[in-house]
């Protein structure tokens, strides 16, 4: 238990540290995005049946909790390539479990700091007001454990940084775009459709949007979720036993 | 009770085809402060790395006071405290917050850390930098924080991994002064270095290393002895030759003879240098 306090304080303590930079960075691309397609380009636009700017907040606080959650590689990969601090964790009497557990839940608090930026940028800049309820964050609070998992998986198992590189561009990117953020995905061709269905941000974001909207929604969504939580989260704490050499 | 703190046998470990240690054993002592000696890429880094539980061997074995490494893992991990070569300190906390954090993953209670962190940075003299970030520490005290980090869980066996690469030599003897009071205190410590006279003035036993294998294991003081205290070298375009004496008559003696011979000679003292290079015909 205090193995992964130990590794989940160290990552508030470094957050804390450059908290209002973190912020500002995390505000950066919500607010062109609410600003140039929510507001500039989605003005007069709606989809199903309700604006574009409240069809474009569940999306992306999504999108934004995914790339938040997995981007705590970058900050693995500082703690192992440049600074060494992996090292510090390995010589440890700690499991990978408790590893694992410390770095995914300080990725799930980046994604819940940026989420909540984007419920405040949208209410400030268009008045959206959304259903948030408690089933609303438990969905984001998976999305992120999914996507940190993967991220410290992919950290875990790169031999160089600039590898993570590739797999931000190749993975995570296509499916920012594709998995529903910006447009419904039953607008896309039935060739891709299928494809684009089965990734876990589509099912996220569906999922958001109905309980935002205050829709009906499958709760087997969260079922499903949990269990690709729990797979992601296996992937990682295996990954962690590899990293000795 | 064993008198051994550590007990290597027969450690392997290949990467690739390449052995960087094939099969060393040695003991380590309760309360000894052994080096381990050897030109960089000897296998001194691999060990320790080995020990501390960083990297897997290939085959053989560890025991920690008579229990196994490999099946006592984390029984093992309490007992070992690691300074590496490289200063793995989170440069943006604070000199506490690097404590309070070694604290916790070592599952210390909250009382015993608070308690800890005073009396080691008593100890190291940094109390008064306590709430300062390490990136605004000089290289000697960062040294230093990295040396009591690993001492936070009152480990019984210390690896300290070239504990004083880089630094002056003001700061460096500083360094061994440290040392040589957490030895006094009992810890087991086990320190690798490519500086002879580091080995030399702290060790109780030294062990060489070359090629991935221990060539040999005394004291500081039996390796000069089985040499000859004094040494002449002759240095001539070939390079230098040499001469070992017994006694401090015998080389003056001879350093008159080859004087008369050779234009640079010079008498000094045995090193452990010169056991190294007669044992491997390397320099280090």
């Not at chain 2, 880089?166 to 040589?180: A, V």
Request: hydrophobic share 50%.
């Amino acid at each position: 238990m205090k193995g992964f306090l130990a590794i989940y304080l160290r990552e508030v303590f470094l957050l804390r540290k450059r908290l209002f930079k973190v912020l500002l960075s995390f505000s950066v691309n919500p607010f062109l995005y609410i600003l140039a397609f929510g507001i500039g380009l989605g003005k007069h636009l709606s989809i199903m049946g309700r604006p574009y700017l409240e069809f474009l907040i569940p999306g992306l606080i999504s999108a934004s909790s995914m790339l938040q959650a997995f981007a705590i590689n970058v900050e693995i990969n500082v703690a192992r390539f440049y600074l060494k601090v992996f090292e510090e964790f390995q010589s440890a009497p700690i499991s990978p479990l408790s590893y694992a557990l410390g770095e995914v839940l300080s990725g799930v608090t980046r994604a819940f700091l940026s989420v909540l930026i984007i419920i405040v940028l949208g209410y400030l800049l268009g008045g959206v007001k959304l259903n948030f309820s408690g089933i609303f964050f438990l969905v984001v609070f998976l999305n992120a454990f999914i996507f940190a998992s993967l991220g410290l998986a992919s950290a875990m198992s790169i031999k160089a940084h600039a590898d993570q590189t590739l797999i931000t561009n190749f993975i995570i990117t296509p499916m920012m775009f594709l998995g529903g953020t910006f447009f419904p995905v039953e607008n896309l061709p039935p060739l891709i459709k299928p494809l684009i269905e089965i990734l876990p941000l589509t099912l996220v974001s569906k999922t958001l949007r109905a309980i935002a909207f205050g829709e009906e929604f499958y709760y087997q969504n969260i079922l499903i979720l949990a269990i690709i939580a729990m797979l992601c989260f296996f992937i990682a704490i295996i990954t962690i036993k590899k990293a000795k050499d | 009770m064993s008198n051994v703190a550590l007990d290597i046998k027969d450690l392997k470990k290949k990467y690739g085809s390449l052995f960087a240690l094939k099969g060393i054993s040695f003991q380590v002592y309760r309360g000894e402060l052994f080096s381990l000696l050897g030109p960089n890429g000897a296998g001194k880094t691999t060990t320790l790395r080995i020990i501390s539980g960083l990297t897997a061997p290939s085959s053989g074995n560890i025991y920690i006071f008579g229990k196994s490494l490999f099946t006592e893992e984390i029984w093992a991990k309490n007992k070992i405290g690691l300074v590496p070569q490289q200063i793995n300190l989170d440069l943006e906390l604070t000199v506490e917050e690097n404590l309070f954090i070694h604290g916790l993953l070592f599952k210390m209670s909250l009382k015993e850390i608070k308690k800890r962190i005073t009396e080691l940075l008593e100890m190291a003299d940094l109390l008064d930098r306590k709430k300062s970030k390490v990136k605004e520490l000089s290289g000697g005290l960062r040294r230093r924080l990295l040396i009591i980090r690993a001492l936070m869980h009152s480990p019984e066996i210390l690896l300290l991994d070239e504990p004083t690469v880089g630094l002056d030599p003001h700061i460096r003897r500083k360094i061994w002064s440290f040392i040589k009071t957490i030895q006094a205190s009992g810890t087991t410590i086990i320190l690798t270095t490519h500086y002879m006279e580091e080995a030399e003035a702290l060790s109780d036993r030294v062990a060489f290393i070359n090629k991935g294998e221990i060539i040999a294991i005394d004291t500081p003081s039996n390796f000069v002895k089985k040499l000859g205290n004094f040494a002449i070298d002759i240095y001539s375009n070939n390079g230098i030759v040499t001469h070992f004496f017994k006694n401090k008559e015998e080389a003056e003696e001879a350093l008159l003879k080859f004087s008369q011979k050779y234009p640079y000679v010079s008498l000094r003292k045995v090193n452990l240098e010169d056991v190294f290079i007669k044992l491997t015909g390397e320099r280090v």
